[in-house]
């Protein structure tokens, strides 16, 4: 559930007008990062201001890594998985002479206004760079862990969730014909969002996240429930980063020892979750969000994310998207619950 978010805008002196705008993809890319620069690139050309494509994230920033982007440079992009400006997560940019390196590679190329797409690391960056030498930029969210507060929904989460819920409706065809227990790691280092969205949406019998510990001796217990109402096959869905603590395989061999009923397997679907054509849902937000983020810098908006909640575009203090938690949802963990009986 999201709390109400209070807007906070850092305004800029009204006579520099931005002329050039960059956007750089950054940290884990996500299904919906090229429709968002496509976005971006075509609200550019639509407003009349020049803009600039940085590779690499922040290390292209540092090494002014650039390129002009006209609306034609994006054609057939909005349909395609991963970022084509590429992404990476720099050290360098860590270090203040990193960070100096950045600006002045800014100031050199005219850019008076930067977007960057990405999660929490990318927001924190951004932050920095605001803070020091006061350069206006505004966040659009980009990661599949859906981690981001001030949004419903970050760009790429939507295409992850299918893309597991697909590999776990396949996962459980043959878990029924073995009657097998199959543990099914998903993404999200510290977020539950993948693991308790696709465990409801493809059936899961457990569903184990980083923001609950729901304990050993309960996964024992319902599993022993289980079988005795008849079940004979069983999909666990764990987070990887899940509060037991224990890796997937870890699990698997404590259910192995007390509870021998099953013959278990592993499966870890990893960066597979990443990739991919992004889901309808997904380039429609990354297309709003894309144009949200050009219009918020010629707004003189600064230091802010744009989202969307309950269907409005909205915008949120990056600090706060950054240390705010988007919250696991009740009711959802109570529907996973009911709905495993
Ligand atoms: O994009 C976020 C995320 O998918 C996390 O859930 C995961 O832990 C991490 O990226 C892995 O990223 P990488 O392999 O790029 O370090």
Redo the contacts with the bound molecule.
């Keep these: 559930m999201h709390l109400k978010v209070t807007l906070h805008y850092i305004f800029l002196p009204m006579n520099e007008p931005i002329k050039k705008i960059a956007v750089l993809t950054s ?4 299904p919906g990062m090229n429709a968002a620069i496509r976005a971006v690139v075509r609200a550019c050309t639509y407003y009349r201001i020049e803009c600039v494509g940085v590779y690499r994230g922040y290390q292209g920033l540092i090494e002014g890594d650039f390129e002009l982007l006209s609306a034609r440079h994006v054609s057939n992009i909005i349909n395609k998985g991963g970022t084509i400006l590429k992404s990476a ?1 720099s050290n360098e940019f860590r270090t203040v002479e990193g960070r100096v390196k950045a600006h002045n590679s800014l100031k050199e190329a005219g850019i008076g206004a930067l977007i960057v797409i990405g ?1 929490d690391g990318t927001f924190t960056g951004g932050l920095r760079f605001i803070e020091e030498f006061n350069f206006p930029i505004v966040g659009i969210p980009g ?3 859906n ?1 981001i507060y001030g949004t419903d929904n970050t760009i ?1 989460y939507d295409t ?1 969730l299918n893309t597991v819920v697909e590999a776990i409706d396949k996962i459980r065809d043959t878990a029924s014909s073995h009657n097998r227990l199959f543990f099914i790691e998903v ?5 539950g969002f ?1 693991a308790l969205n696709s465990g409801i949406g493809a059936g899961a019998e457990e569903i184990l996240i980083p923001e609950k510990d729901l304990g050993l001796d309960r996964l024992v217990e319902s599993l022993k429930n289980s079988k005795e109402k008849g079940k004979t096959s069983s999909i666990i869905v764990v987070s ?2 899940d509060k037991i603590g224990k890796s997937v395989f870890e699990l698997a061999d404590y259910i192995n020892e007390n509870f021998p009923f099953y013959d278990i397997r592993v499966s870890v679907l990893g ?1 597979m ?2 990739g991919g054509s992004p889901s309808c849902f997904d380039r429609v937000l990354a297309s709003r969000l894309g144009v949200a983020a050009v219009e918020a810098l010629l707004d003189r908006s600064t230091g802010i994310m744009v989202g969307v909640t309950n269907n409005q575009v909205t915008k949120v203090d990056l600090d706060k998207a950054i240390k705010m938690n988007n919250d696991i949802s009740l009711e959802l963990l109570k529907v996973a619950e009911i709905t495993s009986i």
């Design positions: 940290g884990g890319d996500a997560r999660g990661t599949i862990d981690d790429g992850a993404m999200g280092r510290d977020a993948i990887e980063g960066h979750q990443r």
